[in-house]
């Protein structure tokens, strides 16, 4: 069985940084992203940084600049490295992998959460 385990999130001050874990445990035949989405109260899950299988990124435009993405496959974690917090980076934040499991299904597995809330 999947699980992915987010942490470090926190509450931080604008301007401040944190830097979010997420490791995997249990095995994905393939994998073919890795991803940070959030979502903040009222608002839709959003996208916020991927890295693919390749070792391609992308970002939502408004973390570009100020966001990480990575990774260790020796460690089956992904990071998310977040400088210049602003009040409005403040969400719940998810772990997401997109792969193929044993059986052959395209799967999207999702970690529990952490919160980051940026406040002064």
């Known amino acids: 069985q999947v699980q992915l385990v987010e942490s470090g999130g926190g509450l931080v001050q604008p301007g401040g940084s944190l830097r979010l874990s997420c490791a995997r445990s249990?095995?994905?035949?393939?994998?073919?992203?890795m991803g940070w989405y959030r979502q903040a109260p009222g608002k839709q899950r959003e996208l916020v940084a991927a890295i693919t299988s390749g070792g391609d990124t992308n970002y939502a435009d408004s973390v570009k600049g100020r966001f990480t993405i990575s990774r260790d496959n020796t460690k089956n974690t992904v990071y998310l490295q977040m400088n210049s917090l602003k009040p409005e980076d403040t969400a719940v934040y998810y772990c997401?992998?997109?792969?193929?499991?044993?059986?052959?299904?395209?799967?999207?597995?999702w970690g529990q959460g952490t919160q980051v809330t940026v406040s002064s």
């Open positions: 249990g095995s994905i035949f393939s994998i073919n992203a």
């Open positions: 997401n992998i997109k792969g193929r499991s044993y059986d052959g299904t395209l799967r999207n597995y």
